[in-house]
């Protein structure tokens, strides 16, 4: 498949090189480039901005450069993508730089944590390293400019001669290319691209080369926006580049993108909010570099924006994660001409090359303005780390403390996350006592007196505030039912997420502790349990749910108990594994201990069954797990991020096979070689119609578990599906029917005096949209749904969906929105969306026959980041099923 991409690439560049000829601009007026060095077209084939380079040849013209330059270029490959690709960092710098880049990089590293430092060694660093600039380029796939934009910026760097600005760049930086970011999402881009070509250039937006479909070429193979996985780290290619951060503690990070066609360019400084931990140097640091490229374009004649619409408040975008690190960050954002050209709405054309242009020229200019002031920039990121550390020390929570819990495998995953973004992160040894708080061994401590102090606050501090005259101005926009200006979520919060309890210190803790270690693949240690003469006890969480779809497909036989029980004093919740020496084959022992090592689960010998009290654990209330076969709905209309994050969280963060079906042929799969169809969110409308309906309504009856999250449970609602027994509820708290006619109101109406606000009200309107906030939800601890959680649970709420709690008769609620008191955990939500979400139905169970509508009113997957939902859903999967 690539080689055919590769031959249509060269054939249709000739073409476009006919087609856009005309006087042009050069990239860069005045280079002059050496001839030895070779150039895009000889490596591929195509002039730079006259062809969309694919990902292939990307990484063949990076392996050209290096093969030209090898003393002034290091490439390496730092991940593979789900499909194969590989990612690529080019490293440039003067020859004594990349001959010592293992120095380079430790005394990067001491900088960026200098305790212990000697002060003269510290004041030799400042003068001696070179500042870092990682420069990264198309993390969204159709974002297609930036990609080739990075393959002249290394060309320039090594073939310019008689530049003495470039000369300054290899003397006070070291430049990091990173070309490609989601190669995945560009190849799609391209696939589709090339084929709705039509065969004379056209422009127009709603042409289908401009136009791709479902799911386009934003995202990776998992559909994540990428720009979004940071701290979350879910993502081969985002572990990467934490990675590559890591080893190299730039001082400026820039993030190369695309927007509209119709815009001009965007670069720092950044619009409001900004996030509450960035430093004045870092705002000074947005005008500095913000004040170079205006420069630069005014000076070509180029259009661009500040400080409007990208705003600096989510901590897991390309630009803010590494600015919680000390780093500059930024987004650099060109207009797209989503193909080679572009019609404008003001009838001029955008170009391809214009795009690449444009960036290639930030970026230069990024690098110049590094060049020029080196020093200044890496006392500050010096200063940046050392004050993380002292305000740390000053914090009157100086320390967070995660509780391990009853499902210690989420805060095992919730350290090793953190410890692998550069957070130093301990274990304690033994018990600690916070006030009057006794905390068991095991708990995790992180202290807020490190360099990555200001990340910390962001990942784990519920309270990361919003400027208060920002919430106001939208206040006031919505009120005039204006959009607001809120870019992304506004609460992200790890611990609640993963409903890990945490506790804060005020002062340091000094108990017995061992590292978390920063290794992704850390080994498991081996964990010794005797062998129980009946069997074992698995009690339920994200780790015993991996282990038991293992253990499923494995064969092991496996029964969920369905009700709390105590056995040899210890008492367990609803859905703890049972697995018997009696039903399974003799190795047992040797496996569940292989097993309960690799995925983190707690593992209980028993010799009886005899239980204390509670359900028996032969007990008819208790269900035998069988490996489900899963059907996930794939392609429009489903929300392709939805779609994506359910079939990773399925396929990868659980090792659950999938059959993925696209929603056109849902009417061609047979359903009984399933036990369960997930539909991810999206309006089914349209797409499935009565006749399947109808066979999904006989699947349930003969047994099947239906999960539908978010837009699909409100679907599943409608009143010509009713696969699930609940209203909608409007902005102002009615019931979402139909109109009914009437007209009574407007009639009683009349006699009152005339009031202008209320009469511009509409009739009937959703409620609004939530910008993304964290709610409490109560968790009904007596259903099998809850398996693995406790009275109490934290989601993630984007949508504008209200759902009435389904009634007793038609099933249960198994997650409802607290009480108003508690309901906000942490973000923003509205104030009439508070009354109107208060205990309302998060989670809905309706028996349907022999089998479970199980519905979703938010996604539970959401950005595979909310670990305490994934487990929910996993419960729907895997337990659904059984009982
Ligand atoms: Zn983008």
Known sequence: MAKHIVALVICIGVAGGVILAQSEEPLWPGAKYDPAIPTLRQVVGHDPGKEITSPDQVGQYLQALAKAVPARTRLTEYAKTWEGRPLWLMAIGSPERIAALDRVKADRRRLADPRGVPGNEIERLVREVPAVVWLAHGVHGNEISSSDAALQEAYHLLASQNDADIDLVFRNVLVLIDPMQNPDGRARFLFQNLQARAMTADGAPYNAEHDEPWPGGRSNHYLFDMNRDWFVQSQPETRGRVRIFRDFYPEVTVDLHEQGGDNTYYFAPPADPLNPHMTESQIAGFDLFGRANAARFDQRGWLYFIREVYDAFYPGYGDSWPTFQGSIGMTYEQASARGLSFARSDKSTLTYRDGVMHHFNAAITTLITTAKNREKLVRNFLEYRRSAISEGEKDPAREFVLLPGHDRSRADLLAKNLATQGIEVRRAEEPIKIGTREIPEGAYLVSHAQPAGRLIRNLLDPAIQQPRDFIKRQEERRARRLPDEIYDITAWNMPQLFDVEMVTSPNAINAKNSPVSAEYDAPPKAKSVAEGKVGYLIPWGSAAASLTVEALQQGIRIRSVGGAFKLNGRQYPIGTALIRHAENPGNLHARLIALTTKHGAELVPIDTTYVESGTSLGSSANAFLKPPRVLLAWDAPTVSTSAGWTRYVLERRFNQPVTIV???????????????????????????????????????????????????????????????????????????VPATGGGGGAAAAAARPFDYDKAIQPDRERPEPQPGAILRVSIDTDHWLSAGQDSETQIMIEGSRVFAPIKLNSGRNVGVYAKKETLIAAGLIWPEGQDLLVQKAFLMHQPFGAGHVIAFAEDPNYRAFTEAGMLLFMNAVLLGPGY
């Open 662 to 736: 696209r929603t056109a042929s849902l009417a061609r799969a047979n359903f009984s070689d399933f036990d369960v169809i997930v539909l991810p969110s999206g309006n089914y409308a349209g797409v499935v119609g009565e006749a399947v309906i109808t066979r999904l309504k006989d699947w349930l009856r003969a047994g099947g578990t239906l999960v539908t999250i978010g837009e699909a449970s409100r679907w599943a609602t409608a009143n010509n599906v009713t696969l699930l027994d609940t209203t909608l509820l409007l902005r102002d708290g009615r019931p979402d």
